[in-house]
């Protein structure tokens, strides 16, 4: 049995959706937790935690206000000494095409997504540090994964917690910090409308909360994406292929030409780093590593 009892845990958008769900199930574990949330959810929420017997605080802000994060952690470090866990969970939508979306509307996506996340990191990361624990979780979605029609500001915030996660994954491992992401689909709010409703019933919220469990543990992993829903785990990869060597004689029209070839995912790699990207190729050119 995981057992969070001593912990301390952010959820952010915990007011609703899956962050509720996230924030009573690592409080059922026992981990004194904090509901984050824009709207007055969160204190619902807390009531609900309360009821059940757990630990619970409310906290309305928005993720993206970096002031208002600062001293939502500061209050937490001052009254509960230390911060165990944060799940960036806090999210909206502004869907159209691209050609019809303003970038007031992408900003706003990105600000609350990609920066709400790194602002309430950044708050946190120092005590991580000092205290040598940490277990931070982004939520990234497989609109940014692999793409969704009308997506463009949330697809591109998305993709960027994922670059997040995997430097705060590097940087973090020396003290213990483990910085992971979920890509979910659960029954929301957000998610009316988007899939018929007898599909979507089958993504019930407390059927993705176990991936953030595991993800938030003493035993996680570090820098896995882990997918989650219906029931469902799946581990996603960043991989290249083997690919193709032209050497000095590199052309567009080569690339073009051998292109099936390059593509092919046969003993396709996962660099652990991006510096591994450089020496795959100066390996393949037969240059020293
Ligand atoms: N539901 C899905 O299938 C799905 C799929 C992929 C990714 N996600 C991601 O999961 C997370 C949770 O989504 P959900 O489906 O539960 O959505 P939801 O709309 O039900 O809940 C999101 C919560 O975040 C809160 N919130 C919004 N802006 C905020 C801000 N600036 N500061 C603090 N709180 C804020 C909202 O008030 C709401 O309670 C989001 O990051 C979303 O992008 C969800």
């Not at 690339?255 to 100066?282: C, K, M, Y």
Request: proline residues 2%.
């Amino acid at each position: 049995m995981i057992d969070l009892n001593g912990r301390v845990a952010i959820v952010t958008g915990a007011g609703g959706g899956l962050g509720r769900s996230h924030a009573l199930l690592l409080a059922s574990r026992g981990a004194k937790v904090v509901v984050n949330d824009l709207g007055s959810g969160a204190q619902t929420v807390v009531d609900e935690i309360h009821a059940a017997g757990g630990q619970a605080r409310a906290v309305q802000c928005s993720v993206a206000d970096a002031g208002a994060v600062q001293a939502m952690v500061d209050a937490v470090l001052a009254d509960w000494g230390r911060i165990d866990i944060l799940v960036n969970n806090a999210g909206i939508l502004r869907d159209k095409s691209f050609a019809k979306m303003g970038l007031d509307d992408f900003r706003l996506v990105v600000d609350v997504h990609l920066m709400g996340s790194a602002n309430c990191t950044k708050a946190v990361w120092n005590a991580m540090r000092e205290q040598n624990y940490g277990r931070v979780v982004m939520t990234t979605s497989c609109s940014g994964l692999y793409g969704n029609f009308g997506q463009a500001n949330y697809a591109a915030a998305k993709m960027g917690l994922v670059g997040l996660m995997q430097t705060l994954g590097i940087e973090g491992e020396k003290h213990n910090i483990r910085v992971n992401c979920l890509a979910p689909t659960g029954k929301t709010k957000m998610m009316e409308g988007i899939l018929p409703d007898a599909q979507l019933s089958k993504f019930k919220p407390e059927l993705v909360s176990p991936a953030v469990l595991a993800l938030v543990s003493e035993q996680a992993p570090n820098r896995a994406i882990l997918s989650a829903g219906a029931g469902g785990f799946e581990l996603v990869h960043i991989a290249m292929t083997q690919g193709i060597e032209l050497g000095e004689s590199a052309s567009a029209e080569a690339i073009l030409q051998r292109w099936n070839e390059l593509a092919d995912r046969t003993n396709a790699i996962v660099p652990s780093t991006g510096f591994e990207q450089a020496q795959h190729e100066l390996k393949k050119g037969g240059f020293e590593v």
